[in-house]
């Protein structure tokens, strides 16, 4: 369900991960809530996907296709949203992949390219950004009590993808937990570090979704104890994707222009105990 409250008309917007499951669900929910989005993927027609079912949006979506799993791909992505939105305001980090495997059987290609797309993308796609948010985020004067979005506008912010995965150890799926554990903290550092400005950084932390990387989630090969992986099944089932866009549109509305370095779970409890 679309965020009702906010309107995001004329705000630059950029999807990664946006050809699938809640990368498409974010991207088409900003584009009905009048967004110019950049939705960009690496898979072609997923994006292609997602610019079809948002063509009678309000707002607008442009595709790219780009692997970012290197940090010049990840500086592509920004020069590639700059020409096609003119600028922006949100940039959303939510390509990501997963798998299991046990500890012993993980290589240092796997390792590699989990930790590559489901965290250095995040700080390289952060850092290209930064040059274009900071001038909009400016700096508010705190002590005098004026804050970024005091005027209802959208301020400049980065909403990161984390994961239940990255506040709890998990078995089997060390690379993912590991990248998930550096997003949570990757987010509240970049907080920190810009927390003068009126920048904005936060991360959702969804629970189990329905989609692709839920459908395909690979089981660890060979004999496996599945029990150690029942605490974070849950027990209120999946979510959908659009659960997540919803969280993701809130933290980047003026309704949400104190939350910052803020780890929102959207899990139905997993993490709770
Ligand atoms: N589905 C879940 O249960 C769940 C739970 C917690 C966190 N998450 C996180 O949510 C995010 C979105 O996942 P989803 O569930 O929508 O899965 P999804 O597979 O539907 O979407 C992920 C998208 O990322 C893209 N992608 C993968 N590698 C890429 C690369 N190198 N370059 C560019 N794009 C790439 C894929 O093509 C895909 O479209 C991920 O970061 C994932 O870790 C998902």
């Not at 965020?3 to 929910?29: D, E, H, Y």
């Not at 690496?42 to 940090?71: F, Y």
């Not at 009126?198 to 969804?206: D, I, K, S, T």
Request: contains cysteine; charged residues 10%.
């Amino acid at each position: 369900m679309a965020n009702q409250n906010q309107s995001f008309s004329g705000c630059g917007v950029i999807v990664t991960g946006a050809g699938s499951g809640i990368g498409q669900a974010t991207a088409l929910q900003f584009a009905s809530a009048g967004a110019n989005v950049f939705a960009t993927d690496i898979n072609a027609n997923g994006v292609a996907e997602t610019a079809s079912l948002g063509s009678s949006a309000s707002g607008t979506i442009h595709t790219g296709v780009h692997d970012i799993s290197s940090r010049a791909a990840c500086y592509e992505v920004i020069a590639a949203a700059k020409d096609a939105l003119g600028d922006f305001s949100v940039l959303c980090n939510v390509a990501g992949i997963s798998w299991a495997e046990h500890a012993t059987e993980i290589t240092e290609e796997l390792w590699d390219k989990m930790i590559a797309v489901n965290l250095s993308s995040v700080f390289w796609l952060s850092q290209a950004a930064l040059p274009h948010l900071l001038p909009q985020a400016g700096t508010p004067d705190y002590e005098k009590g004026e804050n970024p979005g005091d005027d209802g506008s959208i301020g400049p912010s980065i909403i990161n993808v984390a994961s239940n995965a990255g506040l709890r150890g998990q078995a089997f799926t060390i690379p993912y937990c590991a990248a998930k554990g550096g997003v949570v903290l990757l987010t509240r550092s970049f907080a920190m570090e810009f927390v003068k400005t009126g920048l904005r950084v936060n991360a959702v932390a969804p629970g189990g979704i329905s989609s692709a990387l839920s459908m395909n989630f690979q089981m660890p090969t060979g004999e496996t104890d599945f029990s150690l992986m029942q605490p974070y099944m849950g027990f209120r089932g999946m979510g959908q994707p659009g659960d997540i866009a919803d969280a993701i549109l809130f933290l980047a509305s003026n309704q949400a222009r104190r939350i910052h370095g803020a780890i929102l779970s959207v899990d139905a409890g997993l993490t709770s105990g």
